[in-house]
């Protein structure tokens, strides 16, 4: 159980992640080049989280094409390792 809430919990950050890249256009350098400018940008999203419709359900949507993905290829490995069986 706690396997599946850190693979859940980082296929969360990874949206979130995605999400930064895609619509704000940073990358992985901008937190280490950056970090004030990142910081501003999260802080102003989590001041008032609902009210940022599309953000919310940008992280959602593919939180959940992720796990979806995730759960099809956990389940395509077992199917391979009972058929070697």
């Not at 950050?13 to 930064?20: A, E, F, T």
């Not at 990358?27 to 004030?36: L, Q």
Request: glycine letters at 10%; a positive charge.
């Amino acid at each position: 159980a706690v396997g599946w809430l850190v693979v859940i919990f980082s296929l969360f950050l990874s949206s979130v992640g995605i999400y930064l890249g895609r619509v704000w256009r940073l990358n992985s350098w901008d937190v280490v080049e950056r970090p004030r400018l990142v910081g501003a940008l999260l802080r102003s999203g989590l001041d008032n989280p609902l009210s940022h419709h599309y953000p919310i359900a940008f992280v959602l949507a593919f939180c959940g094409l992720l796990t979806l993905v995730y759960v099809g290829l956990y389940g395509f490995a077992a199917i391979a390792a009972t058929a070697r069986r």
